[in-house]
């Protein structure tokens, strides 16, 4: 299947699914008008990706600087859909980035994970790197 | 406390009584239901969290805008307003007098020698002079109105709405003393061999055919005298009223 790659702008995040090598990665900030609308590609392709794969190994890998509450709404989607699959046997973990300064992404960080059941969440501090 | 969701929990409640008390024809359908039920309670935490993560990503936000708001008004070095924020300050303060038809008066301060003291001492040290400076001048204002700012370099300028011309000489007084009394020593200087500042000022009763920058004007040159005739001393400029 096709890669996915959106640019990043000022309201909405770099975005690279990567299908051959197995690496969702969200990067930037993400604050678009219509959340929905923006995402909507982006969770197409996730359901087709997930329903395509056997039990590789997947990393997920998001650093969302600041984010709008239409987009934590569609994180949780996101989210879902991988702990959905990881209940299905497949092999997935989330590593949410953050800067270890920053209390509020740490914090959010842990009520995603809080709401999450099987798949691995794990939050890595890179520190601006 | 209350509780946000009361209302959801609410029909949670009610919908898991309906469970309990066997309403259901089949236990197909209460299946059904209880599942339904399930994915609401899931939905409805998720809702928590969104509102709980808004809520930290706001404050944050709101944080940064205090600070922000702080840093476009503070020179950073002496902890004094700025000169942006002491325009600003001054142009509202001028509107408002013209209309209450109070005093509107002004202090420029200036370190005396303040090059030597640097050329002396260093500008670290002539930083922290800077500094001992800003902190007696803000701690004899006693009006929430009244605001000192960094002009610029060693210049201070303090505004004073409000105030008639003897309640503004006797506060330019005691500044000019109260700094003397730091006595911060300067080397090679003639007596006093310590930090003074000198300062001009003016007083105005704002009208509308007066240009807000008469009265800076006015106290800048009331400091050229007070630097002409001797320094460590108050002078003033014109006093323009009614």
């Known amino acids: ?129 | 406390m209350i509780d946000l969701f009361a209302k959801e929990e609410e029909v949670l409640n009610r919908a898991r009584e309906l469970v309990r008390s066997g309403v259901f024809e089949s236990a197909n359908d209460a299946g059904h239901y209880r599942k339904l039920l399930e994915e609401y309670q899931d939905l409805l935490n998720q809702m928590r969290r969104l509102v709980k993560m808004s809520d930290l990503t706001e404050s944050r936000l709101n944080k940064l805008l205090r600070k922000q708001d702080q840093l476009s008004k503070i020179d950073f070095l002496t902890n004094l307003y700025n000169r942006r924020f002491f325009d600003e300050y001054f142009q509202k303060k001028w509107q408002s007098s013209l209309n209450s038809r109070e005093f509107l008066s002004l202090l420029v301060i200036d370190i005396d020698y303040f090059k030597r003291y640097n050329d002396l001492y260093g500008h670290l040290e002539g930083d922290r002079c800077l500094q001992a400076v800003a902190l007696a001048i803000t701690g004899l204002l006693d009006s929430p109105h009244d605001i000192a700012a960094r002009f610029g370099g060693e210049e201070f300028v303090v505004l004073l709405p409000g105030r008639d011309v003897s309640g503004t000489w006797a506060r330019a007084e005691s500044i000019r003393a109260c700094i003397e009394a730091l006595a911060i020593p300067v080397e090679g200087l003639a007596c006093p061999c310590k930090v003074t500042v000198s300062i001009g000022l003016a007083v105005v009763q704002p009208r509308e055919e007066l240009a807000p920058g008469l009265l800076i004007r006015a106290a800048d040159e009331a400091l050229y005298l007070a630097k002409k005739e001797g320094r460590n001393c108050v002078r003033e400029g014109a006093v323009i009223r009614d």
């Open chain 1, 1 to 129: 299947m096709d890669n996915l790659i959106i640019e990043k702008t000022l309201a909405t995040p770099y975005i690279h699914f990567d299908a051959q090598a197995n690496k969702l990665t969200v990067a930037g900030e993400s604050f678009p008008e219509n959340a929905a609308k923006f995402y909507a590609p982006v969770l197409e392709w996730l359901k087709e990706y997930l329903a395509g794969i056997d039990n590789q190994d997947v990393l997920a890998e998001l650093e969302i600087i600041y984010f709008n509450s239409s987009t934590s709404k569609i994180l949780m989607i996101i989210f879902n859909e991988l702990d959905n699959a990881v209940a299905a046997g497949k092999n997935i973990t989330v590593n949410w980035r953050c800067d270890e300064r920053n209390e509020t992404a740490i914090e959010c960080g842990e009520e995603f994970q809080e709401d999450l059941q099987h798949v691995p969440f794990n939050i890595v501090f890179c520190n601006g790197e």
